[in-house]
């Protein structure tokens, strides 16, 4: 893993060959099969790996602090992403500051602490760039800064889905592998006068078709006239339909079946797999000395406005 | 018989009652038989020993077809596989010859008698 970024070596390798390829922000993008021919050649890295990086980096859903600036079909939301010759690339504001900092024409930025691995398979959970840059500003601002306040400005893990974080987040912050759990939202509403749960903001990993479907086979008309009629009516939900309303992000919509009570409802749809998952996470340290230890090994004067400015980089986007 | 009515609203739970009833030949091991025990701890995916008879076989994967699941056929007779089915997450951690399942307890999950391996 590269100090001055927390980026992976294949990571590494896509903002190198971008950069090299002249696809910076204000380039433009190259084709996807190309930048992937240039990394086999340079780094070795077969193409359909860092094709599924690249594509990574570039979904709004999967990183916070996107890399990677996309045109065409990369996938999201459940589909695979197109052909890479029918894609195209180039590096984000954030993408090309991480390489500026590789390359020592840039102070070191925290992008893997922020960004995770959980998205990859990893155990290092994600935290929002906000607190975790404000965090560190604090810190660089006040090393004696008190570790409860610390931890209080950065908070809690968060997944760019926005789904909702539980599980002993106390033990993952400090140091101790822990499992969480990942939420789906399931909000109550009333639409044509129909009582209705919306569920949105899928844990990461999760596919909408996979929710869908699940969904669409416990409906309350669900035939399991083949099971014993207990079992029968526990794979049946008190839900009388199930709509798809996603555009860019996931909505579904289930229709309360008349006469369920709601919360209930509500309660069981959070029981349902995919609506939450478990996932193993880690840190490789406690997050304090994460933290303190990022600082330590970074901290120069124009430290803080880099990180102000990573900041600004992202909420522009 | 065991948790009965806090096993129903496991989904690794309900998935071992559903497989098992379909005709599948199967032992509950695991997080899912830990909770179908008593554990307070909710079982992230179900586990299972799965007799390789081939009508057990089948009628597992006709099962798992309901659920979402296309087993590709060379899948089943694998020593363990895994997949993820509208129920969540299926380890068949073991497919074992005709007969060999380990020792198991029925325990109730929703009306249904469950294999599920005794507790050590």
Redesign the interface.
């Known amino acids: 893993m590269s100090k001055r970024t927390g980026l992976g070596p294949v990571e590494e390798a896509l903002l190198l060959t971008l950069d090299e390829l002249g696809a910076g922000p204000q380039h433009p993008r190259v084709r996807s099969s190309v930048l992937l021919a240039e990394i086999e050649r340079r780094f070795a890295v077969a193409p359909r790996y860092g094709y599924q990086v690249a594509c990574d980096l570039a979904h709004r859903s999967t990183v916070w602090l996107r890399l990677l600036d996309d045109r065409g079909n990369l996938g999201g939301l459940g589909h695979p992403p197109a052909e890479p010759r029918y894609t195209e690339l180039r590096l984000t504001p954030i993408g090309a500051l991480a390489v500026a900092a590789e390359r020592d024409d840039a102070l070191a930025v925290p992008i893997g602490i922020v960004n995770g691995s959980v998205y990859a398979g990893g155990q290092r959970p994600p935290f929002a760039p906000k607190t975790l840059l404000r965090a560190l500003i604090a810190l660089l601002d006040d090393r004696a800064i008190e570790d409860e306040a610390l931890v209080g400005i950065c908070g809690p893990p968060a997944f760019p889905t926005g789904c909702d974080v539980s599980g002993d987040v106390e033990a993952l912050l400090a140091g101790r592998p822990a499992?969480l759990r990942l939420s789906a939202s399931v909000v109550p509403g009333v639409e044509r006068g129909k009582e209705v749960l919306r569920i949105t903001n899928l844990p990461p990993g999760v596919e909408r078709e996979?929710i869908l479907?699940?969904l669409q086979?416990?409906v309350e008309s669900s035939s399991w006239y083949?099971?014993?009629?207990?079992?029968a009516?526990?794979?049946r939900l008190p839900i009388a339909g199930v709509h798809d309303a996603s555009t860019d992000t996931v909505l579904i919509k289930c229709r309360v079946a008349p006469g369920a009570d709601l919360n209930d409802v509500g309660a069981?749809l959070r029981?349902?797999?995919?609506v939450y998952v478990?996932v193993p996470a880690a840190l490789p340290a406690p997050l304090l000395v994460l933290l303190r230890r990022w600082v330590a090994d970074h901290a120069e004067a124009r430290t803080a406005a880099t990180l102000r400015h990573l900041l600004a980089l992202y909420e522009a986007t | 018989m065991g948790v009965g009515r806090r096993g129903e609203r496991s989904p690794a739970a309900l998935l071992a009652a559903v497989l098992f009833s379909s005709g599948a030949r199967l032992v509950v091991v695991g997080g899912t038989a830990r909770f179908l025990h008593g554990d307070e701890h909710w079982p992230y995916d179900l586990d299972v020993v799965l007799d390789g008879c081939s009508r057990s076989l089948g009628a597992a994967a006709s099962m798992l077809g309901r659920l979402g699941v296309a087993l590709p056929s060379n899948l089943l007779y694998r020593q363990s596989w895994s997949v993820v089915t509208s129920l969540g997450p299926l380890d068949v951690v073991a497919v074992v010859s005709p007969g060999s399942l380990p020792a198991a307890v029925s325990l109730d999950v929703a009306g249904v008698a469950v294999p599920v391996e005794v507790r050590a």
């Open positions: 499992v996979s479907r699940s086979s416990r083949d099971l014993p009629p207990e079992l009516a526990s794979m069981r029981e349902l797999w995919g478990d």
